[in-house]
């Protein structure tokens, strides 16, 4: 693990660049391997996480292989791209992702979770801001997805945007059966914006929904206290406590 975090924290956009390390803290790593070996030798030997790292490296560069030779073939297919977007992605390759991310948005914009993938991207960086459009941009195409819903919760809050938040959540947590994060997302706008009593009355409608919810009874909990409500802080604290054992 130690091994993984030095080649993260250096910064090496190689995959293999903790190779030299992870041969240092394990007598059966060994860079030669080929994929069939490495699973082979991780078998006998499941415990050691460099032997992990290494079949996590050779997976990602046999999936890389594979889509060379469908690039190959299909060379114009548009899902292709973004498989590949994917991958650059998911191997730290976030510049290059982004703008073929970007490329597909103008080429091919029926391609499913493009605004979506590029806003998680944004997210891994921290880049609130951009995942923010991101992830409005794709609730405007589907109203109805609730990960990008989500996403743009966690983002307005990260952004500390706590108006715009309550603005946003206000329908959806009025609507029948809202869901958890809302509701929690929503409690928070709310005290933040000392409103204390309107997400008591969140929180409430969230308990009995989700009674055996630690966070709910939790958050509770402190907001009775603040609002010098000491039995109920009392009562909801005994249910945090019950479902913590």
């Known amino acids: ?46 415990q050691d996480t460099a032997l992990l790292y290494l079949l996590t490296v050779l997976s990602s560069e046999q999936s890389m292989r594979q889509v060379e030779r469908c690039d190959e073939t299909y060379p114009d297919s548009p899902y292709l791209a973004q498989l590949k977007a994917e991958i650059l992605a998911e191997r730290g390759h976030e510049d290059e992702a982004v703008s073929r991310y970007e490329n597909l948005m103008l080429t091919h914009p029926e391609l499913p979770d493009l605004l979506y993938d590029l806003g998680m991207l944004f997210r891994k960086e921290r880049e609130w801001e951009k995942a923010l459009s991101a992830f409005q941009r794709q609730l405007a ?9 989500a996403r743009v919760s966690e983002a307005l809050i990260q952004l500390g945007r706590w108006k715009e938040l309550s603005d946003f959540l206000s329908t959806r947590v009025e ?37 055996s919810d630690k966070v709910v009874h939790y958050r509770l909990t402190r907001l009775y206290r603040l609002t010098g409500k000491a039995a109920q802080a009392e009562r909801e604290l005994k249910l945090f406590r019950a479902l913590s054992k």
């Open 175 to 211: 609507a029948p059966n809202p869901p958890l994060w809302a509701m929690l997302d929503f409690a928070d706008a709310m005290q933040i914006l000392e409103k204390p009593e309107r997400a008591i009355s969140v929180l409430a409608t969230a308990e009995q929904s989700y009674p």
């Open 1 to 46: 693990v130690s091994t993984i975090r030095e080649a993260r924290d250096n910064g090496s956009p190689n995959a293999r660049g903790a190779f030299e390390s992870a041969a240092r803290s394990s007598s059966y790593f060994d860079p030669n391997l080929d994929f069939t070996g490495a699973v082979a030798r991780w078998r006998e030997h499941p």
């Open 141 to 149: 195409k589907d109203p109805d997805d609730e990960r990008s819903a």
